[in-house]
């Protein structure tokens, strides 16, 4: 009886699927069900598959009234990449002439290199507690330490009292990295701390670093020479690391566990890294459009709608399933992106500004194509007035609010609450700091070019927080992110409508800026935030 009941159920749901809906509703579902179907095998980046759902949206961009804006008139922004998978890694440690090799898998994990098939680093070693420097609130971990020709270990995440959008910045690995290697170091270790523990352990960490990474080719080399992320570190390697030297790691980790301030020092350990990295070059491309913009004044600054078109591809069958389809994550994104040119392509007025529409590739690798487009726009650089990202937006309930990352940190913000309470929506905070989401979605690439930029997802209010909480706890970057889930189109349909209508303010009203004193506005040197 109940295989029979369950069976009904499925049949049902396939039904409610499979039955008809308004014209516009149904394109989303069109848009959609192509992207995620079983065919393009996950779109993973560099994949035949991805290059087939880029010459869907490149299609589906002309047939809204786009015209080609990518390179040499194609829809087609090429983008370089290189991509390394650890083939062995090696760590050491010597103090006062008695070497201590540590433990791969359970004290560290090296990190493969994107410009060195064999890597070998060493150097003394000096602790840098979170590794953050913010002249506005007068943070300085690396005050009174030479680490120039030396390796840094730092705790992952940042000390307590930040801004949560400036303390995932600060947290970004690359951003510790950067900050590094300004003062000379080497290289860099991230150490496992209470915050990474209390949200993951470290064998996923190691389970992480042990595939592949990617970024763009840089033409310059220049990673070659900035501070090299070296390794990862546990617990009980920062043991062994800190083990004979004046900052005992016990302290260290207490001061850490309770968010009081660590002390930094040098460790009077001088550390060898190797590690053997298979190197591979590939091509993948970011998908752009434009659609003119009426103002002669206004009509060569740009509007930036993006969404990612790649997903994780093929993986570990799940219920007899290995192909992780991105139906939410992010074909719906896509569709929403091509929905708001349709819509434009359908009003009496064209906006004032031009709109750039780009379908970006690498996002799952780590924000990759969007880094790539915003460092080599299209059109001069200086042109691009604001972002607007569509990035996984849950569309299986009828949302009440939306989360708006980055909205209250420029112009944008007063713009989006206008045509969300238009509609009936407000604006809630971001219900989830901890998972850091506004350095781990695609706005992030133009704020730091300097852009004002926002990322909208459907909001937590009513029966968002349980909806969201599901999505991400079953099917999140899993196969059942399929046309099985159930779609709210209708709700799909509004999420476009207040895409269309953010756009439509931000091309036809005054330049987005950012607003005064704001942390990213003057971090990246925006007059307006100054």
Known sequence: MRQALLGAAALLLVAANDAPLP????AMRAHVAFLADD?????????PEFDVAAAYVAAQMQAAGLAPAGENGTWRQTVPLVAARPLGAT?????????????????FIGRASLTHAEREVAGEVVFAGYGVVDPTRGIDDYRGLDVRDRIVAVLYGTQPGLNSEVAAHYGDRAVKADLAARRGARGIVFIESASTRASYDFQAIVESWSGPSMNWARSDDARAVAAPQLA??????????????KLNWSRVRAADAAKRPVPTGPLAVTAAFSQKSEIVRLTSANIVGRLAGSDPALGSEHVVLTAHLDHIGVGEPVNGDAINNGAMDNA?????????ARTFRDADTPPKRSLLFVA???????LIGSDYFARHPTVPRGAIVANVNLDMPIMTYKFEDIVAYGADRSSIGPALAAVATAQGLRLSPDPAPEESNFVRT?????VKQGVPSVSIDAGPAGPGKMATAEFLEK???QPSDDMKLPFDWASARRFVALNYSLTRALADGPRPVWNKGDFFGTLYAQPSAQ
């Not at 065919?39 to 994949?47: D, E, F, P, V």
């Not at 990862?232 to 030297?245: D, P, R, V």
């Open 39 to 47: 065919a393009l095998k996950g779109r993973q980046t560099g994949s």
């Open 360 to 366: 970006l590739t690498a996002e799952e690798e780590g």
């Open 91 to 107: 760590a050491t440690l010597t103090r006062g002439g008695k070497p201590v090799a540590l433990e791969l898998g359970s004290d």
């Open 475 to 477: 099917h999140y970057h």
């Open 332 to 340: 719906m994104g896509i569709a929403a992106m091509l929905e708001v």
């Open 23 to 26: 014209e516009d509703q149904a």
């Open 442 to 446: 695609d706005h992030y690439s133009f």
């Open 232 to 245: 990862a570190i546990s617990q009980a390697g920062a043991e062994k690391l800190f083990a004979g030297s």
